[in-house]
């Protein structure tokens, strides 16, 4: 079992930046696929970025490319999105999520089904 609890959100005004942490229990947290999604009033739950249990590999969103970075510290059990250039469409709860799968279950990332383990969430609102 895993307990992941977010922070570092906020109302921050278009073009600053927010960094959100998720902070895991367990022992297990450096075998995680681990990932941050979005969830926006009135729509879906949508991908934003992932990396696997040993960040060697990344993915993100194309809406957020270049602008977010993501990584983690297994010594510290901790998963970090780091949130530049922001814009008021940023604006949503994000949600940290954790996969029992190293490298996600059949590569597939993607999609919240694929994950197991899901934070509260913390709000993020960005003014234009």
């Known amino acids: 079992q895993v307990q992941l609890v977010e922070s570092g959100g906020g109302l921050v005004q278009a073009g600053g930046s927010l960094r959100l942490s998720c902070a895991a229990s367990?022992?297990?947290?450096?075998?995680?696929?681990m990932a941050w999604f979005r969830q926006a009033p009135g729509k879906e739950r949508e991908f934003v970025s992932a990396?696997?249990?040993?960040?060697?590999?990344?993915y993100y969103a194309d809406s957020v490319k270049g602008r977010f970075s993501i990584s983690r510290d297994n010594a510290k059990n901790t998963l970090y999105l780091q949130m530049n250039n922001l814009k008021p469409e940023d604006t949503a709860v994000y949600y940290c999520a954790a996969s029992r799968y190293a490298t996600f279950y059949r590569g597939i990332y993607f999609t919240p089904s694929t994950y197991d383990y899901w934070g509260q969430g913390t709000q993020v609102t960005v003014s234009s």
């Open positions: 990396l696997t249990s040993s960040a060697g590999d990344t």
């Open positions: 367990g022992r297990a947290f450096s075998g995680y696929g």
